[in-house]
């Protein structure tokens, strides 16, 4: 495979060469490892921006480069999503309550190669209701990844996920998406986490994308708030979301941003 370079399919989507699944790895492992560390930092009294602020640290630290400061203007290391915050909450002064859920979504680059993911939180004691909207949203990122093999489509992937949330009548925001990932943040496709079966481009060893699903307890719809950034649900219904980067392989996908402690899920057991 020396002189195989990749290349790009008919849809844009890139087809990485075997040896570059080492690169995601390693990128993976360290943005995992951060969302790690904010395991014991979440409680009542923290604030965001004393969360984001460690996993600034920890990416320096770790000699690596944050992907989001500087990403189309944003300037923090993490976006930290609170309650009915969908996704792209900008960290600060806000300080975390009792019951609050959270989601961590950092991205880092390590020689090149992109790693992002992203998980919930809570702060102090977790309702029924929340609970259950965390584990739905979870459960649903797995059902996309089930679908993740060669000769499935994008559209299977988005299927499963949304069938699934409905039957728990919860709903799939529609206005964010994955996205293709490698050596640039943002790439094609578009993964849509709603669909029909066999529509889409079809899946190829190589292809390195995200899979993200935000699941709302109320309507799908969202709003972006004055500053931007902070997508909220249009019916201040709370919403959850989990991230892994993936890549195909001959019979199925490699996750690159498993959790090298294990607490991807529940991060507060
Ligand atoms: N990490 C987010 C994603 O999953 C993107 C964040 S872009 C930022 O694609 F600028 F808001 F940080
Ligand atoms: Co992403
Ligand atoms: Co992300």
């Known amino acids: 495979m020396d002189s195989f370079e990749g290349y790009l399919t008919k849809d844009g989507i890139r087809i990485h060469r075997p040896e570059d699944f080492a690169g995601m790895h390693a990128a993976g492992a360290l943005a995992a490892h951060i969302l790690d560390e904010m395991v014991p930092m979440v409680r009542p009294g923290m604030t965001t921006g004393a969360l984001n602020d460690r996993i600034t640290a920890l990416v320096e630290a770790a000699g690596a480069t944050s992907a989001t400061i500087g990403y189309r203007g944003y300037q923090h290391a993490s976006c930290i999503s609170v309650n009915h915050v969908v996704c792209h909450g900008i960290p600060g002064a806000k300080v975390l309550k009792d019951g609050d859920i959270l989601n961590i979504d950092v991205t880092v680059i390590v020689d090149g190669w992109f790693g992002d993911t992203s ?27 089930e679908m993740v093999k060669p000769g499935n489509t994008f559209g299977d992937i988005g299927h499963a996920i949304q069938s699934y ?36 481009a079809v899946l190829e060893e190589g292809m390195f994308f995200t899979i993200e699903p935000m699941v709302n307890l109320g309507r799908p719809e969202t709003k972006v708030l004055a500053d931007d950034w902070t997508a909220v649900t249009r019916d201040k219904s709370l ?31």
């Open 165 to 200: 949330v409905e039957a728990q009548r919860m709903s799939v925001v529609r206005d964010f998406c994955g996205h293709g990932l490698g050596q640039v943040f943002h790439a094609p496709p578009n993964v849509l986490h709603y669909g029909r079966p066999g529509t889409a």
């Open 239 to 269: 919403s959850a979301q989990f991230e892994h980067s993936i890549g195909v392989t001959a019979d199925g996908c490699e996750i690159f941003t498993l959790s090298p402690g294990g607490k991807y899920h529940p991060t507060w057991a």
């Open 119 to 145: 998980r919930m939180y809570v702060a102090g004691k977790l309702n029924r209701r929340a609970e259950r909207l965390i584990q739905v949203t979870h459960d649903a990122l797995f059902k996309g990844i």
